[in-house]
């Protein structure tokens, strides 16, 4: 199983609205860098989840998720990195 150590959490913000911000737990064993923002930006979007599974992405969350996720107490806003994890783990998408 993927441990938390081998995970890590990119920000980014895509616009100037905080709804534009979005959180990506990346698997470091498959990319240590994280997400190539460049690279990203320039993917066909028939093929941008391919290219963000290809990057390592194993969770991503918009800001409006996050905030939904923490108002029920099942994200952490001050470790996102570990509850965002941890949510993974619990949903199945890490195993």
């Known amino acids: 199983m993927l441990t938390l150590d081998q995970t890590k959490l990119d920000i980014f913000s895509f616009g100037e609205n905080e709804d534009d911000t979005f959180y990506i737990l990346i698997n470091t064993k498959i990319n ?3 997400v190539d923002l460049k690279k990203l930006s320039g993917a066909d979007p028939r ?28 994200l952490d806003k001050k470790d996102l990195h570990t509850s965002i994890y941890n949510l993974a783990k619990s949903e199945g998408i890490i195993k």
């Open 47 to 74: 093929f941008f989840d391919a290219m963000l599974n290809a990057m390592g992405c194993i969770l991503m969350l918009n800001q409006q998720e996050v905030d939904e996720l923490a108002g029920r107490r099942e």
């Open 32 to 34: 240590p860098e994280g």
